[in-house]
């Protein structure tokens, strides 16, 4: 049976609800309050500002029912009823510490065992909709990594598959860019080349989160691509050595690309990138990019360069990798702020083409969070 | 006279410039090697992996000339010459302690007084390039805020602002989106209401790093615009009360935005996002935007909403804020991650149309690299 108690100054209430106590503040609950004055109801904006809620606003009354905690707040002498489950769920008086590198719910690290049930979704069942896309976008949220078959084999179908779920980030390389090989490159990638695994752009501010590469043609010896989860790549040098991974989370690297006219990108940014609680929110890596390392004090340089290259060896460690050939009409995506991808060198002989974008995983989330809140709607209805 | 001397090890070295000693690791150095085999003459990029550079690299011999530091590393016994500016340069060996919230060089705060210099670029001046595109994208990079004047009054015109210096960021409203008072509208921006100063689309991650506004049509009573330096805001708040700028760069804030069907956008960064190392690089406020915070302990609730208050009436306080009135033809541009902007009401008699989209400043920042690295080329020949 739930009950409820009001602080003796109004300025907070206990929520006993089966097993848990739980407190929530009186400006807390006020800010939140699910009103029509306060929220809007057709799109859920909040209508009002902290300034329009007086600082000193307590619990003047609290009751409960109808699953349903009642209040009434002074000195607004405002009365609203919020819903005992989405208190609940949305409760902050917990245990919230938690290690550096703490990973979001909902994120599944992966070595090359994935290799045998790489997520992947038929291009016309993903553009049908249903669960085949529900599948690909949870499946993109969890491991930050997907392929796509049985597509087009057509210039600017990777279009389409933004069109799944997002936008395209148009940069300095275009709406899109053609991976194949140049004479005169203004980028590596642009070459037969192997490179190590890496993640794109790293001297972008913010770097493009989503990357999209489509097979066109490939019929060159070589040239197989591979990804390596950045997180787990991170979470095994913590394991291994914690000052590694501690001196690339607190110190910036500097990434640089000035390769054509009229381009100078420069970033500033660890290599290992935390939220301010210690979530592991994005990894940066890449060789060729990497300007030189300015914000690391002498002292802890050496430690510094020993961490880049540990992190370095795992990365390259073939237990890591997913290894896969694009077919035309076959495309992979990568949250680029998790997952690193490689390419293996490949002769001039025969072609291999492919075209990349970038998009923004914001928007795919969005997609995948939408589609699952409608699907708990038409559950209910 | 310059000098250099070898540490015993061979692992570091000393160099002594003028007044100055400077330190250099044997391994940062031979990653930094600017020699052709090490980078990419034609675009910069390094053409190897630290997996390439033997992990017990040493300086084996080193002397001085000609303006440069020549080097003998080994076990790879691979000789290169560094120019001593460019050494002077990317020293690290040095104070890299700051106070947290230090400011990157180059960034300028400022509040009302800035009113009677804002930053201004006439249109037809800036499609032309030259100094008038220096000056106003040097101003964006100092201030985070300029405006256009003497521009087209018509449709799109917003795009030839985004082509000045990058690309437009597509999200789910759209290449651009109209700003005009509408009948059902999806987002408070679209209505008459005053808004509080904020910035746009916390809840999106990335968010847009840049933000242009273009009018169009303005005969509407009201509607002014007004920018705030969230920077200058975050350093006033953290003069006042350090306890209340750190509480709100530790802990997340919570955005969403569910307000149409198919968008779900949501986000956890906190209010004052600060690097590893405390340089300021970001401020999220939107209270109509601001999801329930959930990552802030009990204990510190209260804390954390007094200091959100007292942010928020920094940004109200008039003396931070710069007003103006756009008239058709004139826009302002606005960094995301830094200048809140705010619109004062406006009544439903004549109209006002605004034309918006987003873009992203490490763009814009590098046009204006690339455009003085170009002019000190030429300075130069």
């Given at each position: 049976?739930?009950?409820?108690?009001?602080?003796?100054?109004?300025?907070?209430?206990?929520?006993?609800?089966?097993?848990?106590?739980?407190?929530?503040?009186?400006?807390?609950?006020?800010?939140?309050?699910?009103?029509?004055?306060?929220?809007?109801?057709?799109?859920?904006?909040?209508?009002?500002?902290?300034?329009?809620?007086?600082?000193?606003?307590?619990?003047?009354?609290?009751?409960?029912?109808?699953?349903?905690?009642?209040?009434?707040?002074?000195?607004?002498?405002?009365?609203?009823?919020?819903?005992?489950?989405?208190?609940?769920?949305?409760?902050?008086?917990?245990?919230?510490?938690?290690?550096?590198?703490?990973?979001?719910?909902?994120?599944?690290?992966?070595?090359?065992?994935?290799?045998?049930?790489?997520?992947?979704?038929?291009?016309?069942?993903?553009?049908?909709?249903?669960?085949?896309?529900?599948?690909?976008?949870?499946?993109?949220?969890?491991?930050?990594?997907?392929?796509?078959?049985?597509?087009?084999?057509?210039?600017?179908?990777?279009?389409?598959?933004?069109?799944?779920?997002?936008?395209?980030?148009?940069?300095?390389?275009?709406?899109?860019?053609?991976?194949?090989?140049?004479?005169?490159?203004?980028?590596?990638?642009?070459?037969?080349?192997?490179?190590?695994?890496?993640?794109?752009?790293?001297?972008?501010?913010?770097?493009?989160?989503?990357?999209?590469?489509?097979?066109?043609?490939?019929?060159?010896?070589?040239?197989?691509?591979?990804?390596?989860?950045?997180?787990?790549?991170?979470?095994?040098?913590?394991?291994?050595?914690?000052?590694?991974f501690?001196v690339l989370a607190?110190?910036?690297?500097?990434?640089?690309?000035?390769?054509?006219?009229?381009?100078?990108?420069?970033?500033?940014?660890p290599m290992i990138?935390?939220?301010?609680?210690?979530?592991?929110?994005?990894?940066?890596?890449?060789?060729?990019?990497?300007?030189?390392?300015?914000?690391?004090?002498?002292?802890?340089?050496?430690?510094?360069?020993?961490a880049?290259?540990?992190l370095?060896?795992?990365?390259?460690?073939?237990?890591?990798?997913?290894?896969?050939?694009?077919?035309?009409?076959?495309?992979?995506?990568?949250?680029?702020?998790?997952?690193?991808?490689?390419?293996?060198?490949?002769?001039?002989?025969?072609?291999?083409?492919?075209?990349?974008?970038?998009?923004?995983?914001?928007?795919?989330?969005?997609?995948?969070?939408?589609?699952?809140?409608?699907?708990?709607?038409?559950?209910?209805?």
């Amino acid at each position: 049976m739930p009950s409820v108690t009001v602080a003796p100054a109004g300025d907070y209430l206990s929520l006993s609800l089966g097993a848990s106590r739980l407190r929530f503040h009186a400006i807390w609950l006020r800010d939140n309050a699910p009103d029509p004055e306060t929220r809007a109801e057709a799109n859920g904006q909040r209508l009002i500002a902290l300034r329009d809620i007086p600082a000193e606003t307590i619990i003047a009354e609290a009751s409960l029912g109808g699953g349903g905690l009642w209040l009434r707040f002074m000195p607004e002498n405002k009365t609203v009823t919020y819903d005992l489950n989405w208190l609940q769920n949305h409760a902050y008086d917990r245990d919230i510490t938690a290690d550096p590198g703490w990973l979001s719910g909902g994120v599944e690290t992966w070595d090359a065992a994935l290799m045998v049930s790489v997520p992947t979704g038929d291009f016309a069942a993903l553009e049908a909709g249903g669960t085949a896309l529900d599948d690909w976008l949870g499946a993109m949220t969890r491991y930050g990594f997907g392929k796509i078959v049985n597509g087009p084999v057509e210039d600017g179908a990777l279009f389409r598959v933004v069109d799944l779920f997002g936008h395209v980030r148009e940069t300095n390389y275009g709406r899109h860019f053609e991976v194949r090989t140049e004479v005169n490159p203004t980028n590596l990638a642009f070459t037969g080349l192997g490179l190590q695994a890496h993640t794109d752009n790293p001297y972008r501010d913010p770097v493009p989160t989503i990357q999209v590469l489509y097979c066109l043609e490939s019929s060159a010896a070589g040239g197989e691509n591979m990804v390596v989860d950045g997180f787990a790549a991170a979470l095994r040098l913590k394991a291994e050595n914690e000052a590694y991974f501690n001196v690339l989370a607190e110190h910036c690297a500097r990434f640089e690309y000035a390769g054509e006219a009229n381009v100078c990108l420069t970033s500033r940014r660890p290599m290992i990138e935390l939220a301010p609680d210690g979530e592991l929110i994005g990894v940066r890596f890449n060789n060729r990019s990497l300007a030189a390392v300015q914000d690391v004090p002498f002292e802890k340089m050496a430690l510094y360069y020993a961490a880049y290259r540990r992190l370095g060896e795992i990365i390259d460690d073939t237990a890591m990798e997913v290894t896969f050939r694009l077919n035309p009409g076959e495309a992979f995506v990568v949250d680029n702020t998790r997952v690193l991808h490689a390419r293996k060198g490949y002769s001039g002989e025969g072609t291999r083409w492919l075209q990349g974008c970038y998009a923004d995983k914001d928007g795919l989330r969005s997609a995948y969070d939408a589609r699952r809140r409608q699907a708990l709607v038409e559950a209910a209805e």
